[in-house]
């Protein structure tokens, strides 16, 4: 082979090498990068925690508002529901809706009861009652109760106990008062009410220790020494809301990646044809933002497109983000209307299906406002699931709310409406009821939801009525919400198991087809893992 030859094929080599690293240097400069965000140490005070969302903080801590009050703010009511209410649904065949919610998870099934309300006469008459007479009723209360309820209920329980072991004489006197107590219970009857466990303490008390002739100080003193050998939960320390925000940083991780992946990279793609179109709103669809919502953003991309190109990864993001944002509505008001009027607490009305994070929201709602230093008393409504009022109780001792409570298969609407009572007479700050959990195929159950929110509405107006979804349902879980929408005014939703969704989308079509802001979301199990929502860093958790 002549030298010609090989000079000639060496250079061939040569060019063809510098155009293939050329081209791949042109590639990776076009490609828009979608890195998945290595998992980073976030510091918490001192705990090191693991960062897998991508970023999702509040970009501010819990706001709260005063109900029926001008916010004063520059924030906008929600809209009137792009999907105008419908007659209740039946949603039977359908798949899944509330299914996987109504698995008990800590307490036996029970079938769904309708209970008898009282009519407006009796709510009266009730009204009267838990003024005027607090009755002996809390002497039926399992010795559980509540905190405040704690002197009658352990009388009760240091007379039993003491008596069995037959040491002192206490015993024999306390025994009487419990006796006395029964008895009053069974002697008397006072309607409505007549379920509570507690707000009815001291009077009671008085009464025993009048009947049984006893010091009022020697039967407290006993009682206390009880108390403080009893072995009650410790009280959680209440941490500042705003510490904890960065904790919540790491729980978006699943919702993180469907929107954001796929889309950045078609649009990042450059012209996109129709099928591109097509394959976005595929991924907004599969995505759970519904189609009114999906729509609307194809069409704004489109037309931002047309007039400003997408140039580089930075333009991608920065456009899909404004539009996102945009369609979250940022200035709707999503302030938790739970402040005091000048002489009621105020009252929020939480409500949903079983299983999907009620009981557990209201409790992280309390602890939230505890620590803004508001007096929260509690009212255990969901008299249907016998773990509930245990479970709101033990959120109570926890935080230092005291809870009002029934028997299970009380009255709802008299649990409510003595919560309120209650919280109008010790002047607290707020009253958050828990309600029942109930499928919305049950006709008769939601009328009742409806007149529990009535009932509560003869003592102080409701400030705020939470609806609670799983955002692991999706789609279904609107079909819920349609129905609680029109059966009590819902204020605003609370979006649980967030953490557990790669379909952080519902978000959108809530709001869409409500008309509410989503003002909660819940970001796993932990006591703290509530944040306020905050559609840009919402948004920023998802890209
Ligand atoms: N991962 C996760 N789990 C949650 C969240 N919120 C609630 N849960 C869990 O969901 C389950 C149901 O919560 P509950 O608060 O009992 O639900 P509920 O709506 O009160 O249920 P009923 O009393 O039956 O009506 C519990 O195991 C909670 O710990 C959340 O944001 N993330």
Known sequence: MNTGIIIGIVIAVVVILALIVAGLVLARRRRISLHDDEQTQVVDGSKPQVDRSGGYKASSGFSFSQGGAASGTAVAEPPE???????????????????????????????????????????ETADTATTDVPTADTGTTDSSATATAA??????????????????????????????????????????????????????????????????????????????????????EIEPTAGRLGRLRGRLSRS????????????????????????????????????????????????????????????????????LVEQL????????????HADTPAVVLVVGVNGTGKTT???????????????????????????????LQTWGE???ADIVRGKEQADPAAVAFDAVAKGIDEGVDVVLIDTAGRLHTKTGLMDELGKVKRVVEKKAPVDEVILVLDATVGQNG??????????????????????????????????????????????????????????????????
């Open 81 to 123: 529901p792009t999907v105008a209410p419908t007659e209740r649904t039946e949603v039977d065949g359908q798949p899944g809706v509330g299914d996987d919610a109504s698995v008990p998870r800590d307490s036996e099934r029970r079938g769904i009861t309708n209970v008898t309300l009282p009519d407006t006469a009796d709510v």
């Open 151 to 236: 002197p009658t209920a352990d009388a009760t329980e240091t007379a039993d106990t003491t008596a069995t072991a037959g040491t002192t004489d206490t015993a024999g006197t306390t025994e009487t008062a419990a006796t006395t107590a029964e008895s009053a219970l069974t002697s008397e009857s006072v309607p409505l009410d007549e379920d509570i466990d507690s707000s009815v303490t001291t009077p009671l008390f008085e009464e025993i220790v009048e009947s049984v002739g006893e010091s009022p100080d020697e039967i407290i003193e006993e009682i206390e020494d009880e108390e403080a050998a009893a072995t009650a939960p410790p009280r959680d």
């Open 256 to 323: 993180q990646g469907a929107i954001g992946k796929s889309m950045l990279g078609l649009l990042g793609a450059g012209d996109l044809d129709e099928e591109s179109w097509e394959e976005i709103e595929d991924t907004l669809v599969m995505a759970d933002l519904g189609s009114a919502t999906t729509e609307a953003v194809i069409e704004r991309l489109r037309t931002e497109l047309a007039t400003n190109p997408v140039r580089n990864a930075d333009d991608a993001r920065a456009l899909l983000r404004r539009v």
């Open 329 to 340: 509505h940022p200035e709707f008001d999503r302030s938790i209307r739970a402040l005091p």
């Open 361 to 391: 929201t209201t409790g992280k709602l309390a602890r939230v406002l505890v620590a803004d230093g508001r007096r929260v008393l509690l009212g255990a409504a969901d008299t249907f699931r016998a773990a509930a009022a245990d479970q």
């Open 398 to 400: 926890r935080v230092g």
């Open 478 to 543: 609107l079909t819920q919400a349609k129905v609680f929408a029109d059966v009590v005014d819902i204020t605003g939703v609370a979006l649980t198991k967030l953490d557990g969704t790669a379909k952080g989308g519902i978000v959108f079509n809530v709001q869409e087809v409500l008309g509410v802001p989503v003002k909660l979301v819940g970001l796993g199990e932990g006591a703290d893992d509530l944040a306020p929502f905050d559609p840009e860093a919402f948004i920023d958790a998802l890209l």
